[in-house]
């Protein structure tokens, strides 16, 4: 062999480089992307499955929705107090922010009860407010019912759901929803006067 001169690969064999790019079909990069799909998919599938067990109903405050309508409202206004921490508190609205001095208010409080269903509270000097329209309006009468003492008019609304209902004055109060009767009973058992 003559000094300074590359020794040259045998005939028959290949480059490192060579073999190399010979290794890399389409075969073999499918073979080694699939482990790491499958790894992707069950952390996916395990995020997934830890999110379903997680706590998903919103719940909220009502305190500064019932005393802002319980300082505005030309009426003594009334709500639940003292449920069961089972009875969940979903939604409060009023429209106490926006009436005028002496204008109707209307109190809205939404619950998710024990049993996973709906309850729903109103009380309002306006007969015609929409959410007592929208609950009363087409609504069947079945009766009294004794509440702690306290008659409540029953009647199924026309969505098929069961609501409580009684004046007190010029104020409408209204227990409604899905929830089973002694749940709503247990709702329209717990108003009282609110504190504004």
């Known amino acids: ?17 060579v073999e190399r790019a010979n290794r890399m ?24 499955f830890r999110a379903s067990n997680e706590e998903t109903v919103r719940t ?6 019932v005393q802002l309508a319980a300082a505005r409202a030309g009426y003594e206004v009334q709500a639940p107090a003292g449920l069961p921490e089972e009875y969940r508190t979903t939604s409060a609205r009023t429209d106490a922010g926006t009436a005028d001095e002496g204008a109707p208010v209307t109190l809205e409080l939404g619950y998710l009860t024990p049993s996973g269903e709906y309850a729903g509270f109103i009380a309002s000097d306006d007969a015609g407010a929409d959410p007592v329209r929208a ?10 019912v004794d509440v702690d003492g306290e008659p409540w008019t029953r009647l199924t609304t ?12 010029e104020v409408v109060l209204v227990v409604t929803g899905s929830a089973p009767d002694d749940e709503l009973r ?9 504190e504004g």
């Open 25 to 48: 079909s389409a075969a073999n990069m499918i073979r080694s992307l699939v482990p790491l799909v499958v790894i992707c998919l069950l952390l996916v599938a395990w995020q997934a």
């Open 60 to 65: 909220v405050d009502p305190t500064a929705t």
């Open 135 to 144: 609950v009363l309006e087409g609504a069947t009468e079945e009766g009294t």
């Open 158 to 169: 026309g969505r098929g759901e069961t609501a409580l209902t009684r004046e007190s004055g």
């Open 1 to 17: 062999m003559v000094a300074g001169t590359a020794e040259q690969p045998p005939a028959g064999a290949t480059s490192p480089a």
């Open 186 to 194: 247990e709702v329209a058992a717990a108003v009282r006067p609110a």
